[in-house]
């Protein structure tokens, strides 16, 4: 057994108890020697849970100090409330300077400075606003937070305000597009400054939860901020949503080596394919798009551009991926497009494909899950087969007696298959 083999199944023997934690470390340090040692899974774990307490502490202790200055506000003059409002921040500046300075690389210094300054920003902003009497909207005060708190995103380079900086623009593209009728511009400037900080993120192979998060809130607010750009509603933008979807779905095989926050994209892309065609489905929606005549105008273009984005995506994934490579997903934008175009003539024929394909992807899930002893993928083909199921049972004027027969059924088939893939999986 080679030296690479061996160290793989140094976890497997600790959990099945042939040696112990401390030999399989021993072990790691012969083989791996201690420049190149990874650190074990129970250190990844301490690690992680250190991280998140430090944020978790670093987010009460700005809290109580809210509290306490609160308590005595109304009594203290407003040169000291200005500097009280201040001071949280050059607190959380000290603390995000101590450790780069003497805490380099330590998380729970790095995330937990980080969102007390973050947070600190936030509130100083909205106190020096209320005393001053300085107008604005909510809006106003979600790009003033975000464009100071950007920083925090590359230095000391913290996933948790990053993920705090995309819901902020994001909120605030919202309230722009929603209260005052404009595009949200700032928000695709903003966006493509914080792309490289994700990107480093995003490819962190030491932090794959924060790479996974971070990958899940960059393609969300991607997705509602493309949506954001059109003009009115038109049942071609669905054509879009899944050209942007399927785009997502490609992100793990635009590098050689996939990058943990890609896979989290993916998934991403892949709900909102199968939220895409769950709706084609539906003799209602297929109704409407017939019903419409208007013509989409600008929508148009938006949906031109995300097409063209997803042809770029498949193209630069073409060297490393081909069609129907670990699934149909990434080719759901042609499916989606094509369903479209069937149900201006014929919306019950799109009905029709749209369950059948739901029914067949649900069913290879199923099969493919089953035979790797996957819970998650089998659950995934189980979710395929019944939502349709029980949607359409919705949607039709059947009593109660066949839709509670339906339930019974499908919540026997997910206990069974179940069941036995956790058979399956305990070792003889």
């Given at each position: 057994?080679?030296?690479?083999a061996?160290?793989?199944?140094?976890?497997?023997?600790?959990?099945?108890?042939?040696?112990?934690?401390?030999?399989?470390?021993?072990?790691?340090?012969?083989?791996?020697?201690?420049?190149?040692?990874?650190?074990?899974?129970?250190?990844?774990?301490?690690?992680?849970?250190?991280?998140?307490?430090?944020?978790?502490?670093?987010?009460?202790?700005?809290?109580?100090?809210?509290?306490?200055?609160?308590?005595?506000?109304?009594?203290?003059?407003?040169?000291?409330?200005?500097?009280?409002?201040?001071?949280?921040?050059l607190?959380?500046?000290?603390?995000?300077?101590?450790?780069?300075?003497?805490?380099?690389?330590?998380?729970?210094?790095?995330?937990?400075?980080?969102?007390?300054?973050?947070?600190?920003?936030?509130?100083?902003?909205?106190?020096?606003?209320?005393l001053?009497?300085?107008?604005?909207?909510?809006?106003?005060l979600?790009?003033?937070?975000?464009v100071?708190?950007?920083?925090l995103?590359?230095?000391?380079?913290?996933?948790?305000?990053?993920?705090?900086?995309?819901?902020?623009i994001?909120?605030?593209?919202?309230?722009?597009?929603?209260?005052?009728?404009?595009?949200?511009?700032?928000?695709?400037?903003?966006?493509?400054?914080?792309?490289?900080?994700?990107?480093?993120?995003?490819?962190?192979?030491?932090?794959?939860v924060?790479?996974?998060?971070?990958?899940?809130?960059?393609?969300?607010?991607?997705?509602?901020?493309?949506?954001l750009?059109?003009?009115?509603?038109?049942?071609?933008?669905?054509?879009?949503?899944?050209?942007?979807?399927?785009?997502?779905?490609?992100?793990?095989?635009?590098?050689?080596?996939p990058?943990?926050?890609?896979?989290?994209?993916?998934?991403?892309?892949?709900?909102?394919?199968?939220?895409?065609?769950?709706?084609?489905?539906?003799?209602?929606?297929?109704?409407a798009?017939?019903?419409?005549?208007?013509?989409?105008g600008?929508?148009?273009?938006?949906?031109?551009?995300?097409?063209?984005?997803?042809?770029?995506?498949?193209?630069?994934a073409?060297?490393?991926?081909?069609?129907?490579?670990?699934?149909p997903m990434?080719?759901?934008?042609?499916?989606?497009?094509?369903?479209?175009?069937?149900?201006?003539a014929?919306?019950?024929?799109?009905?029709?494909?749209?369950?059948g394909?739901?029914?067949?992807?649900?069913?290879?899930?199923?099969?493919?899950?089953?035979?790797?002893?996957?819970?998650?993928?089998?659950?995934?083909?189980?979710?395929?087969?019944?939502?349709?199921?029980?949607?359409?049972?919705?949607?039709v004027?059947?009593?109660?007696?066949?839709?509670?027969l339906?339930?019974?059924?499908?919540?026997?088939?997910?206990?069974?298959?179940?069941?036995?893939?956790?058979?399956?999986?305990?070792?003889?």
């Amino acid at each position: 057994m080679s030296h690479d083999a061996l160290l793989a199944t140094l976890p497997d023997l600790v959990a099945q108890g042939l040696i112990t934690a401390e030999q399989a470390q021993r072990i790691r340090t012969h083989y791996s020697g201690p420049g190149t040692l990874e650190p074990a899974p129970d250190d990844r774990r301490s690690q992680r849970l250190t991280a998140v307490l430090g944020t978790i502490g670093a987010g009460l202790i700005g809290l109580g100090l809210v509290l306490l200055v609160a308590h005595n506000w109304d009594g203290l003059p407003r040169s000291a409330r200005t500097l009280l409002a201040f001071v949280p921040v050059l607190a959380g500046q000290a603390v995000v300077a101590f450790g780069l300075w003497r805490r380099p690389g330590r998380t729970a210094w790095t995330e937990g400075g980080s969102v007390f300054l973050a947070a600190a920003v936030g509130a100083c902003l909205a106190l020096i606003a209320q005393l001053y009497h300085l107008g604005g909207d909510l809006g106003d005060l979600l790009l003033a937070w975000a464009v100071l708190i950007l920083g925090l995103c590359y230095v000391p380079g913290s996933a948790v305000v990053g993920l705090a900086f995309l819901g902020l623009i994001t909120w605030q593209a919202v309230l722009v597009r929603m209260e005052q009728d404009t595009l949200p511009w700032l928000w695709l400037l903003l966006l493509a400054a914080f792309v490289p900080a994700a990107l480093q993120r995003i490819r962190d192979t030491d932090r794959r939860v924060a790479a996974a998060w971070t990958g899940s809130f960059l393609a969300l607010s991607i997705a509602v901020g493309a949506h954001l750009f059109l003009s009115d509603w038109h049942p071609v933008v669905v054509v879009g949503t899944a050209a942007l979807a399927s785009a997502f779905t490609l992100t793990p095989w635009w590098t050689s080596a996939p990058a943990p926050g890609t896979r989290a994209m993916r998934r991403v892309g892949e709900v909102m394919l199968l939220w895409l065609l769950l709706l084609m489905g539906s003799f209602t929606v297929v109704d409407a798009v017939q019903d419409t005549d208007d013509r989409p105008g600008a929508d148009a273009f938006v949906v031109a551009v995300l097409v063209l984005l997803a042809l770029g995506a498949y193209a630069l994934a073409w060297k490393r991926r081909r069609p129907f490579t670990e699934g149909p997903m990434p080719e759901g934008f042609v499916v989606i497009a094509a369903l479209y175009a069937i149900s201006l003539a014929a919306p019950w024929i799109t009905a029709l494909l749209a369950n059948g394909l739901t029914l067949a992807l649900g069913v290879w899930h199923v099969r493919e899950g089953t035979h790797a002893t996957s819970l998650r993928r089998t659950n995934l083909g189980l979710l395929l087969i019944a939502v349709p199921v029980l949607w359409r049972f919705f949607e039709v004027d059947l009593s109660f007696v066949w839709r509670g027969l339906a339930f019974i059924a499908i919540g026997i088939a997910f206990l069974l298959l179940n069941l036995r893939l956790l058979r399956a999986r305990k070792p003889h």
